[in-house]
């Protein structure tokens, strides 16, 4: 379950990177009832999402060349520099940092030995995210890869997660977990790439999930805005309904209803 303490290795912050950041707060303010505000004139165009007044996500314009419109989950480390080094060194790539924003914290974007994408935040005087697992904000994160057996090692190595393997239909999902906090501290998965994403050349990447009410209605919300969806809803005993969907840029995520814990 993720929440807002932050243990070393847990999801503290996700950005969306948008070709048209003024399209993509109507379609997510519109979907998940969030209002956008402005980082200001020196932002580079960056703002962030609320909830309540509560910062749930942020959104920027692309910034890398040849960059296509994706969610950034970011993992909290005490120490980016250090965390970018542990990264080079059990095969993955420092795309681009480490760097101070400001005074909010220092970040760096990587990426992981099978293609994955995603970041740290070192936090400054902004911690992370201020709402998570409820009706509108990231209640969990996935990350599906090529290669499990190369990917499992190399996150073991950068933020010492804890994993626990468990049957999932034809195949075997990982459970991950920060050091320290047991399986009910558990903040993500990580499976084998589907057929179809490799059937679209798609490669490894994270996938952030968003609680909501009702996903049917949801999807069709999506649907309405411009969105896509990229599979069949899915409802698993004990976990929720779910499905994967994408932006009107291509931007993928998930929307879950979950199972209510103990029931």
């Known amino acids: ?5 932050f243990a070393p290795g847990a999801p503290n ?4 990177g948008s070709p048209d950041t003024a399209a993509s707060q109507d379609f997510y303010g519109r979907l998940f009832g969030w209002t956008f505000d402005s980082a200001g004139p020196d932002g580079g165009g960056y703002g962030f999402f609320r909830q309540d007044g509560r910062t749930v996500a942020a959104l920027g314009p692309l910034t890398e060349e040849g960059a296509t419109s994706a969610w950034t989950l970011y993992f909290h480390t005490a120490d980016a520099d250090r965390t970018a080094e542990l990264v080079a060194r059990a095969g993955g ?15 760096a974007n990587l990426t992981d030995p ?3 994408r995603f970041a740290v935040w070192q936090p400054g005087t902004t911690r992370g995210l201020e709402a998570v697992t409820t009706v509108g904000t990231l209640c969990w994160t996935e990350l599906h890869t090529t290669n499990p057996e190369a990917a499992k090692p190399f996150y073991r190595t950068v933020f010492e997660w804890l994993e626990q393997d468990v049957p999932f239909g034809d195949f075997t999902y990982t459970v991950v977990s920060p050091t320290g906090g047991g399986t009910d501290a558990s903040q993500g998965g990580i499976a084998t790439l589907l057929d179809t994403d490799r059937a679209a050349h798609m490669g490894s990447y994270w996938l952030p999930y968003f609680e909501v009410a009702q996903v049917d209605a949801t999807v069709a919300q999506a649907l309405e805005l411009g969105g896509t969806a990229r599979g069949e809803v899915v409802e698993e005993p004990g976990v929720g309904r779910f499905v994967q969907l994408a932006d009107p840029h291509g931007a993928a995520f998930s929307v879950i209803a979950s199972v209510p814990p103990g029931s």
């Open 114 to 116: 099978t293609g994955a």
């Open 13 to 16: 912050w996700i950005d969306l």
């Open 1 to 5: 379950m993720l929440t807002t303490d």
């Open 93 to 107: 790539t420092v795309r681009f940092g480490p760097f101070d924003v400001f005074t909010a914290g220092r970040m």
